[in-house]
């Protein structure tokens, strides 16, 4: 079992930063792939960024086109921790931020993931 627990959501204003943390316990987290997702009032649920990692070949990152450019996913498997900074934020990506575990690599479906965090609300005012 994993437990996943987000921090870091907020209020800002358009154009300005975040950085979300997830800290992960309970299982062995270099050998899951750490997506963070999303989902907005009214909409579904969608990815957003991924991590993975590999003993042999370090980690990957995967990004949503929305946010190529503006967000960067870390992660440090000494602290089992994850992170996504978000820079040049829109409007737009106002929504409830979920950390996510699942094992192999990382998907865009949501549905595939197996573990979830509670969740941290981004606001982000025009």
């Known amino acids: 079992q994993v437990q996943l627990v987000e921090s870091g959501g907020g209020l800002v204003q358009a154009g300005g930063s975040l950085t979300l943390s997830c800290l992960a316990s309970?299982?062995?987290?270099?050998?899951?792939?750490m997506g963070w997702l999303r989902q907005a009032p009214g909409k579904e649920r969608e990815f957003v960024a991924a991590v993975t990692w590999s003993r042999w070949s370090g980690g990957s990152t995967y990004y949503a086109d929305s946010v190529k450019g503006r967000f960067t996913i870390s992660r440090d498997n000494a602290k089992n921790t994850v992170t996504l900074q978000m820079n040049s934020l829109k409007p737009e990506d106002t929504a409830v931020y979920y950390c996510?575990?699942?094992?192999?690599?990382?998907?865009?479906?949501?549905?595939?993931?197996?573990?979830w965090g509670q969740g941290t609300q981004v606001t982000v005012s025009s």
């Open positions: 996510a575990a699942r094992q192999g690599t990382y998907t865009t479906r949501p549905a595939t993931y197996d573990y």
């Open positions: 309970g299982a062995t987290f270099s050998s899951y792939a």
